[in-house]
């Protein structure tokens, strides 16, 4: 509590609170006092992952500067929420943890130092969002950037004072150097620059300032720091480490990519579940079976408000769609408008989805693919099959050769990777250029809300812009 305290303070409280620090411990035997090592330690570690404290934890007295430690240990082993709580879709449990009691076992056995830095997820992709994050916190605390006018259109080749403030608007986030912010023409070094903002954000990089392009550009730095908080989130959920063969489907980047020895092997464009039918987040053990011609059992909620009023209305429309009854369940039965395509992957899971071809190619051009409902169709299922099969003697002839005969083979695939279902919609590359994607499925904004007591930062921020510590404005333009 004293460290969220501390968080909201106005200055002037500031030495009152850290003196107060000893009585805030509560009720229990006092912890023995930390060595000079140990606060060394600590404080490292705050500093490492950006946290808000870090700045003034070395004025800490102990019970203050361990309450920190305790705080950003519950953080980072993902002790804040428990995913299902928040939404039965969100299918990862963490390991539970007691931080007092492995904090003390840490300090008696001379490891604080080697438990501290085993708290974080150590993939790469978490420890570059961490070093994202430091820079989106000095932007947010520094009051961000000023929004660009509404209803702004810009293209190549004009020159308007607008135009000044566009450049510095992408070099707040270094798009532009900052020596570049002063022309008020629109010059091709602007359009590869905005090109560049519109890749990392999802959109079409057509090089001109649209309706889109404005919306993401007016986003605050606030609310990308927010962003890049919950995406941390959603990483501290998975298996530490992540196995280095593995199969992962990013929901909200709506891609697939299949790892060997924790290096990209195949990456395919996915179409994952619409709005109304989320693609759930979980972890499946293993890939189970490869199904070549698979029928379609349709499910009962997909008959009902789908299939069977086309049927009433459209004679003959089953039996065009090569679907039957079979034992009082509709299937359609295997061919060139299966739903599932000429294949699809089995693995064990309580939501009955699975990756899947699918007959409608064409929709993986689409910029958004969120399209099915919830299960996960694959741009390159044979590539993908064959990859899973290629140790059991299965080469691509062989899996067209299966394909066309028709029939329904189902083959039991021997050491297989497991799957994850992730959602990302802020990631960071090793230059630390970081892409932010829309929220398809508003999972953003439920998880953030869900962290709101400690998260807070557009609190931290706001209190201490009123504080008279920054300038609205000090950082970008």
């Given at each position: 509590m004293l460290r969220r305290m501390f968080r909201f303070a106005r200055p002037c409280l500031l030495a009152a609170l850290v003196s107060l620090a000893p009585l805030a411990s509560g009720a229990g035997p006092a912890a023995p006092p930390l060595t000079p090592a140990e606060r060394g330690a600590i404080i490292d570690a705050l500093r490492a992952n950006c946290d808000p404290s870090s700045g003034e934890a070395?004025?800490?007295?102990?019970?203050?500067?361990?309450?920190?430690?305790?705080?950003?240990?519950?953080?980072?082993?993902?002790?804040?929420v428990r995913p299902s709580d928040v939404d039965r879709a969100w299918a990862y449990d963490p390991p539970r943890h007691d931080i007092a009691a492995e904090l003390a076992a840490a300090?008696?056995?001379?490891?604080?130092?080697?438990?501290?830095?085993?708290?974080?997820?150590?993939?790469?992709?978490?420890?570059a969002l961490i070093a994202a994050r430091c820079r989106y916190q000095a932007m947010a605390w520094s009051g961000g950037w000023r929004p660009l006018p509404a209803g702004l259109r810009l293209s190549l080749g004009e020159q308007r004072p607008d135009v000044k403030l566009l450049r510095q608007r992408l070099a707040a986030e270094g798009y532009l150097p900052r020596q570049a912010t002063a022309s008020v023409t629109f010059d091709e070094s602007v359009q590869r620059a905005l090109r560049s903002f519109q890749q990392r954000h999802g959109l079409a990089a057509n090089g001109l300032v649209d309706r889109k392009t404005l919306a993401a550009l007016n986003v605050s730095a606030e609310a990308r720091l927010q962003q890049i908080e919950v995406n941390l989130e959603r990483w501290r959920w998975l298996a530490?480490?992540?196995p280095a063969n593995r199969a992962e489907v990013d929901v909200a980047a709506a891609q697939m990519t299949l790892y060997r020895d924790g290096v990209p092997a195949l990456t395919?464009?996915?179409?994952?579940?619409?709005?109304?039918?989320?693609?759930?987040?979980?972890?499946?053990?293993?890939?189970?079976?490869?199904?070549?011609?698979?029928?379609?059992?349709?499910?009962?909620?997909?008959?009902?408000?789908?299939?069977?009023?086309?049927?009433?209305k459209n004679p003959g429309y089953l039996a065009r769609e090569n679907m039957t009854f079979v034992d009082g369940r509709l299937q359609q039965r295997p061919g060139p408008k299966n739903a599932l395509g000429q294949l699809k992957i089995d693995f064990p899971s309580p939501f009955g989805v699975y990756l899947h071809d699918t007959p409608a190619k064409s929709l993986f051009g689409r910029a958004v693919r969120a399209l099915s409902h919830g299960c996960m169709r694959l741009e390159k299922p044979r590539e993908l099959a064959a990859a899973l099969l290629a140790n059991q003697g299965w080469t691509a002839e062989r899996i067209d050769a299966a394909i066309a005969q028709g029939a329904t083979q189902r083959v039991e695939l021997k050491?297989?990777?497991?799957?994850f279902v992730i959602y990302t919609t802020a990631e960071a590359d090793a230059s630390g250029a970081v892409t932010f994607r829309p929220d398809p499925y508003g999972w953003d904004d439920r998880?953030?809300?869900?962290?709101?007591?400690?998260?807070?930062?557009d609190i931290r921020v706001r209190a201490a812009t009123a504080n008279g510590d920054v300038e609205p404005g000090q950082f970008g333009p």
């Open positions: 070395i004025k800490f007295a102990d019970s203050g500067l361990l309450e920190a430690v305790s705080e950003a240990a519950e953080a980072e082993l993902a002790q804040r300090r008696e056995a001379g490891r604080l130092g080697a438990w501290l830095k085993s708290l974080s997820p150590s993939d790469p992709r978490y420890r530490r480490p992540l395919m464009r996915a179409i994952v579940g619409d709005p109304r039918h989320h693609t759930p987040l979980f972890t499946a053990p293993r890939l189970q079976a490869v199904v070549f011609n698979p029928p379609w059992n349709v499910p009962d909620s997909i008959a009902r408000a789908e299939i069977l009023p086309k049927a009433a050491g297989a990777p497991p799957l998880l953030r809300a869900a962290l709101a007591p400690s998260l807070a930062s």
